[in-house]
């Protein structure tokens, strides 16, 4: 089995990357004449992805008239519009699963830059859900959580990493969730709980870009990877 379909998250408002965010969403800001979002659509096309889910909200009317059906990565692209009011990480990926089917797929955030090979994720998750974790940012010093063989948890067991923003995602990690607006976290809890949540460590380039420092800083270094 390959993986064949992607979610990126795109709905935030960007309250950080404000003024910039104010008239462009921040995946369509442009770092060296290209996109945020294009690093993960030339990335997804090049593993074989054939459909991209884009969650959009805030300005959402941009992301059809700057990125129109994905045909120009030879990718089949379409939005799930969450309404005003983004549905937080978790009630995103529900709203999106009628878009996203019944096998794993891959999640990223659009915002994020790093030289991780997508085609390293595996399409069978051993559990719910595999992510990418990354060395604690200045931002976050103390991560998120353990790394232990390939297994997270919250038992202080392996090295203590930030999620990267970048993982696969089984459906039922969220699909039995009621309610409309909820975070990841408390799945993911609930599954280091189960030794159900997978991981790895990335030792390469990865950068979170969510203000105009952050933003200049990656345009003045080597650009989008």
């Known amino acids: 089995m390959t993986l064949r379909r992607a979610l990126i998250f795109a709905a935030g408002r960007g309250e950080r990357m404000r003024p910039l965010s104010d008239a462009t969403p921040k995946p369509l800001l442009r770092v060296n004449g290209k996109m945020l979002i294009e690093h993960h659509l030339e990335k997804l096309a090049a593993i074989g992805i054939d459909e991209v889910v884009i969650n959009t909200s805030h300005l959402a009317e941009q992301f059809p008239a700057a990125l129109g059906d994905g045909a120009r990565w030879g990718l089949r692209i379409h939005y799930s519009y969450e309404g005003p009011q983004p549905l937080e990480t978790g009630g995103g990926i529900k709203h999106a699963l009628p878009l996203l089917g019944a096998a794993p797929f891959i999640a990223v955030s659009a915002d994020i830059v790093s030289d991780y090979d997508y085609a390293r994720l595996p399409a069978e998750p051993a559990g719910l859900a595999?992510?990418?974790?990354?060395?604690?940012?200045?931002?976050?010093?103390?991560?998120?959580?353990?790394?232990?063989?390939?297994?997270?948890?919250?038992?202080?067991?392996?090295?203590?990493?930030?999620?990267?923003?970048?993982?696969?995602?089984?459906?039922?990690?969220?699909?039995?969730?009621?309610?409309?607006?909820?975070?990841?976290?408390?799945?993911?809890?609930?599954?280091?709980?189960?030794?159900?949540?997978?991981?790895?460590?990335?030792?390469?380039?990865?950068?979170?870009?969510?203000?105009?420092?952050?933003?200049?800083?990656?345009?003045?270094?080597?650009?989008?990877?």
């Open 130 to 225: 595999h992510l990418v974790m990354v060395p604690n940012p200045d931002f976050h010093p103390r991560g998120d959580f353990w790394l232990d063989g390939g297994r997270l948890n919250e038992d202080g067991a392996g090295e203590r990493l930030t999620f990267g923003n970048i993982g696969v995602y089984r459906p039922e990690l969220v699909a039995g969730e009621t309610g409309t607006h909820f975070k990841l976290l408390p799945m993911y809890q609930r599954a280091m709980r189960e030794g159900r949540l997978g991981g790895e460590r990335h030792h390469g380039y990865w950068r979170n870009i969510g203000t105009p420092q952050q933003l200049a800083e990656l345009a003045a270094s080597t650009g989008t990877r």
